[in-house]
């Protein structure tokens, strides 16, 4: 199915990449270009580039990149006709009517609505139908007044093997829609059953308003006590946080992280709507990452359990990694929010909060546990701890701060744990650094988004070679064409590019290399942004791309390796190579 290209073009007009990105990530102006933090991988210093020039994106740290229609498909996990009718209605257009028509596109509108579809009816029994009263009594034990119930969409799925699918098949969707949703299961017998029996169910819903997995928590009996829906079309648990959708509208500049379902709809029921929550796993990098895009600061509100301050440990890392500042509160007298709510109150629930600590001091006093400090062994052990832990400080003031008062504390010099503090960090440095060269500066990176670039180095050169002239002279693409077809192209990816410039540019629809969007995979974009930010770097002429077509057509066994060397280098080799012949 093909969007017409003057509809393309003018959805990237009204959609400036700048304006887009700016709601994700902080951009830093650098001349005619922007720089951010990566929101596709950690890191604490930019190595993401905006080209405002032709409205595309770059990362040279992961490699990701693409024009604003892949930043969008990456970043809210939608597909190519997804991220167009998001951009759309961002501009205030219309789609065209045959983009409807798009297989995946349909598959993930149905998956959509038979989601809506299974929340009303779990909503429903809970609210209104004789089945529903075990729910009901839950929910009542747990004080949720109705107005919650009715704002989460609370449900229950009644404790039989076929009601939920007997529903579904009513209302027109077919067995294999429900499997899709995560919503039935297939039985040994051929035939569907519900996955969701017996439970209170929770529905999760996107920043748009939709329905796009469900949790489900058992009463009482057998099996897990949670359920919560596997990945599917329109759902990315990793990705995704429960509750975003209402602590997204909050005016606070922070966000409370709770651990379960429960936590997050107490702590809303008690006024404060800035409060989510993992959806059954463990925080996640993208998850961290997409929390600090909404809030400077990230208070961490897990069980005071063992499980609880492990799990506080973990996420206190990976919000540090995206540069999001994080503090714990301790709960004294209750097990969790929840509770502490019920017992206290949403007054002191709000001291609470203000009052919270930082992550420093949280993982400070961890580094007592286990040992007895009023020896000499257990204060060496406890300090050693804690150089570790202040060698995580990325501000060198805040270092300072924070040896004066454990050098105070502990009776020791100050300078001394200072030195060992810096001799920490050098070491992490060295070691990080070895690993930037090894995993991502070399050609490791590129091998893995890339095998053939790797494994047939001379032919991916000259490919790319003829792939960034083609894009800088389309008007040369008969010549080319005539000279060297795509089956001659040595690596996948640089075959296909090739084909589809051809198309495009014989049916007149090519504008930029950019313009290949609806032909490739966002991380395929990726790949062919990095060929057009390189082109800048390089004067490719007719002369230059005669000699890369050689490369692919004469000089394939030729053992010269190419991999190391710069583009400048490897047009010289071709040029040697022909005077050769």
Request: net charge neutral.
């Amino acid at each position: 199915m093909a969007i017409p290209e003057l509809f393309i073009q003018e959805l990237k007009q009204n959609n400036p990449i700048d304006s887009v990105m700016s709601s994700y990530v902080s951009l830093i102006r650098r001349g005619r270009s922007c720089v951010c933090l990566c929101p596709f991988h950690s890191e604490k210093s930019p190595s993401c580039t905006l080209y405002l020039e032709n409205n595309s994106f770059y990362c040279f740290g992961c490699g990701a990149g693409g024009d604003v229609i892949t930043f969008v498909m990456k970043i809210e996990n939608l597909g190519y006709i997804e991220a167009l009718k998001f951009l759309a209605e961002r501009a205030g257009m219309s789609m065209p009517e045959d983009a409807r028509n798009n297989e995946s596109s349909r598959i993930k509108s149905r998956i959509l609505e038979i989601n809506r579809t299974a929340a009303r009816f779990f909503f429903d029994t809970l609210t209104r139908s004789p089945d529903g009263e075990k729910g009901r009594r839950y929910f009542a034990e747990r004080q949720l007044s109705a107005a919650t119930i009715t704002k989460y969409g609370l449900g229950y799925a009644p404790n039989g093997w076929y009601n939920l699918s007997n529903h579904l098949r009513s209302k027109g969707f077919s067995e294999e829609e429900m499997i899709s949703a995560f919503l039935c299961g297939r039985g040994k017998n051929g035939g569907v059953f519900d996955i969701f029996r017996d439970r209170v169910m929770f529905p999760i819903i996107d920043l748009r308003g939709n329905v796009i997995a469900f949790g489900g928590r058992t009463i009482d009996g057998d099996g897990p006590k949670y359920i919560n829906s596997s990945d599917t079309p329109v759902f990315k648990k990793s990705q995704n946080l429960f509750s975003l959708n209402f602590a997204k509208k909050s005016e606070e500049k922070r966000l409370i992280l709770a651990e379960g379902y429960m936590d997050v709809i107490a702590i809303n029921q008690a006024g404060f709507e800035n409060v989510v929550a993992t959806l059954g796993t463990a925080l996640t990098q993208e998850q961290a990452r997409l929390m600090s895009q909404y809030a400077e600061e990230i208070i961490i509100a897990y069980d005071s359990d063992g499980a609880g301050q492990k799990a506080t440990h973990k996420a206190i890392n990976l919000l540090s990694e995206v540069g999001a500042r994080t503090k714990i509160i301790r709960m004294e007298g209750a097990k969790d929010p929840d509770e502490y709510i019920k017992k206290f109150g949403a007054l002191r629930f709000k001291q609470l909060l203000d009052k919270s600590g930082g992550a420093i001091e949280f993982e400070l006093e961890k580094c007592r546990a286990g040992l007895d400090t009023d020896t000499d062994e257990g204060r060496i052990e406890y300090l050693k701890r804690c150089v570790n832990v202040l060698a995580d400080i990325t501000s060198p003031i805040e270092r300072e701060v924070y040896a004066g008062r454990l050098a105070e504390a502990n009776r020791v010099n100050k300078e001394m744990i200072v030195q060992q503090v810096n001799g920490v960090i050098r070491k992490r440095v060295n070691q990080s650094k070895s690993r930037e060269w090894t995993e991502i500066r070399t050609f490791q990176k590129q091998m893995r988004s890339n095998p053939d670039s790797y494994r047939k180095p001379r032919e991916y050169k000259a490919e790319v070679g003829i792939i960034s002239y083609l894009a800088a002279n389309p008007e040369d693409a008969d010549y080319i064409a005539s000279k060297i077809a795509p089956e001659q192209f040595a690596t996948d990816l640089n075959k296909k590019i090739y084909a589809v410039m051809l198309e495009k540019i014989k049916n007149s629809e090519f504008s930029d290399i950019l313009s290949l969007q609806s032909e490739f995979t966002a991380d395929e974009m990726g790949k062919i942004t990095e060929i057009e930010v390189n082109r800048k770097d390089v004067n490719i002429n007719k002369t230059a791309v005669d000699d890369f077509i050689n490369i692919l057509i004469h000089f394939a066994d030729n053992p010269a390796d190419a991999k190391d060397m710069s583009d400048d280098e490897f047009i010289k080799f071709t040029q040697n190579l022909k005077s050769k012949k």
